[in-house]
């Protein structure tokens, strides 16, 4: 099977502009979880999406949303850019059935925000 | 919410050792507890994990224990190699959503 993909694999924005990040998962998988790592703050969790509603939120501002297709693809968009949204933005995706919490992550989105 | 601790935060072992790093979790309702290795500028991937019914797990040279009473877990790396340098992050999930808590990483160097 293939893996997580994301893109694009490289942003470069600046501060105020809104960028939206894509994550493609695992065939058959129906979650897909957001992460944001920066050296600072480690892994730190976004959201997750599974069948098409957002199931879990972690302690970010409303700045910061996604969505899930039919198809289990997730977008996630951030609004007005700040510096400090400068990250790696992982996805990461699971089958999410009984018991199945194995979660599998993409390459990653390197956001610059200048 | 659940908040994990992972030390230590570097760790230096001659090739052939072993290398053991211990995170501690708050959440006694987590349940299932997966290591992920990322090497630098990569994906983190996902090791070894295991569940809160099972004490311990192993896989080749990597081993996993669960004390759940004492909300700790540790991953053993025996006969370490080069090529296990990398950083490694424990975490921490609670029930059947997939919303991991990580530990803030362990970076592992193995030398020659």
């Known amino acids: 099977k293939a893996g997580v993909t994301q893109t694009p694999r490289y942003l470069i924005k600046t501060r105020g502009q809104q960028v939206t990040l894509s994550c493609s998962p695992i065939s058959g998988h129906r979650s897909v979880s957001w992460y944001q790592q920066t050296p600072g703050q480690g892994l730190q969790f976004l959201f997750e999406?599974?069948?098409?509603?957002?199931?879990n939120k972690g302690n970010f501002p409303g700045r910061f949303s996604g969505r899930q297709f039919s198809n289990s693809r997730s977008e996630m968009n951030v609004s007005t850019l700040e510096l400090g949204d400068s990250a790696l933005y992982l996805c990461?995706?699971?089958?999410?059935?009984?018991?199945?919490?194995?979660?599998?992550f993409g390459p990653g989105t390197r956001l610059t925000v200048l | 919410g659940e908040n994990v601790e992972q030390h230590p935060s570097t760790l230096s072992v001659q090739e052939g050792d072993s290398a053991v790093i211990k995170c501690t979790y708050s959440d006694s309702a987590s349940n299932y507890f997966p290591w992920y290795k990322q090497e630098l500028g990569k994906r983190p991937q996902l090791i070894i994990d295991i569940r809160s019914n099972v004490g311990e797990k192993k896989d080749q040279r990597i081993a996993v224990t669960l004390n759940k009473t004492a909300k700790h877990f540790s991953l053993h790396i025996t006969e370490t190699q080069p090529e296990d340098s990398a950083v490694y992050f424990c975490?921490?999930?609670?029930?059947?959503?997939?919303?991991?808590?990580f530990g803030t990483g362990t970076r592992l160097q193995v030398t020659l």
């Open positions: 990461a995706s699971s089958f999410a059935g009984q018991g199945y919490n194995e979660q599998f």
């Open positions: 975490a921490a999930n609670t029930g059947t959503a997939s919303k991991l808590t």
């Open positions: 999406y599974f069948s098409e509603t957002q199931r």
